[in-house]
Every structure is written in C-alpha cells, then in structure tokens.
C-alpha cells in the first residue's frame, strides 16, 4: 500500500487545493513568490536529499513507497513532496499574512 502518497494526499494536496481556492487572489498577485520558492527547493532541497540518500545519512523504505524510484529517491518525494508542501507552507505564509494586521 503506498502509505507515502497517501500521506502525501491528505496532509499535502488536499489542503493546497482549498488554501488555492481561498487565497487565488493572493496567488494571481504573487506568482512569481511562488515559483522562486519551487525554484529554491529544487535547487537546494532536492541535491541535498539525494546526497543525504548516496551517503547513508538516511533512506527511503520501499514499502510505504509506490515504488518509482528516480535515483535513489521515490517519485513521490519530487513529485508530491517538493511541489505540495513547499506550496503549502508559501500558501499557509500568505493566509497568515492576509489576517495579520498591516504594519
């Protein structure tokens, strides 16, 4: 069973997909915001995962995973993980900036 994606599901994409629909002005305002964060976590979070997988410091189980598996590390961490939950936490940054009083 691929418990990955399926926490992946729940914790990730469900809750950017209602965050995107509550914040879509936010998000047609600050696109750019959005892309650079992608663009930062693949540039630095996905080398420094697949280095930590090469050298040991940890690893993925195969079991919980769906079995893809790009180099070492399982298609649901590039796919799911980088794209979700970096969205997710720019999306969540963005909700708290639009209910915090203006400085």
Known sequence: MPVYAIFLLSFFVV???V????????IRRY????LWSLAF?????????W???RTG???YD???TLGVWFDGLPIEELAGFYVFGTLFVVL????????SPRV
Do not use: E, F, M, N
């Open 15 to 17: 809750p950017v997909l």
């Open 19 to 26: 965050l995107a629909w509550v914040l879509r002005a936010a």
């Open 31 to 34: 696109p750019r915001t959005i």
């Open 41 to 49: 976590v693949y540039v630095i979070g996905l080398p420094w995962d």
């Open 51 to 53: 280095l930590s997988v």
């Open 57 to 59: 410091v940890w690893r």
């Open 62 to 64: 195969t079991a919980p």
């Open 92 to 99: 969540a940054v963005l909700a708290a900036l639009r209910r």
